[in-house]
């Protein structure tokens, strides 16, 4: 699989403040995936994000919280908007090349909110 | 609502032994199902899948059974070395593994030497 470079691995943010992940991946992938894992919960899917348009949001998150780019087909920024302390998780990017492959994940970003 | 349940949080097998890691899900219509694994401050990697038109896929070490009518899946390992102590997540999809991935809270697995 390809492999994707996530950033930054870990943040400690204020309350209120917007932080910027970011996730390059190292060759062109048709999908990509943003996937968030709270505390002792599962990785649940925010959002696909699609290259040169808004991304497709599941139940639950919406995008002023959550604005995506894809600019291309080997990168994209999630930000996560007006923090508080219930944001804390783990945020990971996923990616995958077709169909017939399986999906692959970035390393992932610690969040933790004060 | 739950969908893929992992029920136990944490499992500690000992070197050489199996380690069977469960899930189970609700939702009759996933068709294909995905075992993944993460070691800390990595993503996870893709592990072993099962389409729902089988009942076991091997991979040398690892094996997934699939019993439909129970909604239930396990992945085997054998034997269990340390290098597996990792936490395993269990993902089910529709579509032959082509829709979006719902995935289980994820088991701990410790080997002990």
């Known amino acids: 699989s390809a492999v994707i470079s996530q950033k930054p691995s870990r943040d400690i943010c204020q309350r209120g403040t917007s932080l910027t992940i970011q996730c390059q991946v190292d060759?062109?992938?048709?999908?990509m995936f943003w996937y968030r894992q709270q505390p002792g919960q599962s990785l649940t899917l925010i959002a696909t994000a699609n290259q040169g348009s808004e991304a497709t949001y599941e139940s639950g998150f919406v995008i002023d919280k959550f604005p995506i780019s894809r600019p291309n087909l080997t990168f994209s920024t999630l930000t996560v908007s007006n923090m508080s302390p219930e944001d804390s998780s783990i945020y990971l990017c996923?990616?995958?090349?077709?169909?017939?492959?399986?999906?692959?994940f970035g390393s992932g970003t610690q969040l933790s909110v004060l | 609502d739950q969908q893929v349940k992992q029920n136990s949080p944490s499992l500690s097998v000992q070197e050489g032994r199996i380690s069977i890691l469960n899930c189970d899900y609700t939702n009759s219509m996933f068709d294909y199902f995905l075992w993944y694994k993460k070691y800390p401050a990595e993503g996870p990697t893709f592990l072993i899948s099962?389409?729902?038109?089988?009942d076991k896929n091997e991979d040398g070490r690892f094996t997934v059974f699939l019993n439909k009518s129970a909604k239930h899946l396990s992945l085997h390992i054998v034997p269990s070395q340390p290098g597996d102590s990792a936490v395993y997540f269990c993902?089910?999809?529709?579509?032959?593994?082509?829709?979006?991935?719902?995935f289980g809270t994820g088991t701990r697995l410790t080997i002990i030497p």
């Open positions: 996923s990616g995958r090349r077709d169909t017939n492959e399986k999906l692959f």
């Open positions: 060759s062109q992938v048709t999908m």
């Open positions: 993902a089910a999809s529709f579509l032959g593994g082509n829709e979006k991935l719902t």
């Open positions: 099962i389409s729902s038109i089988k």
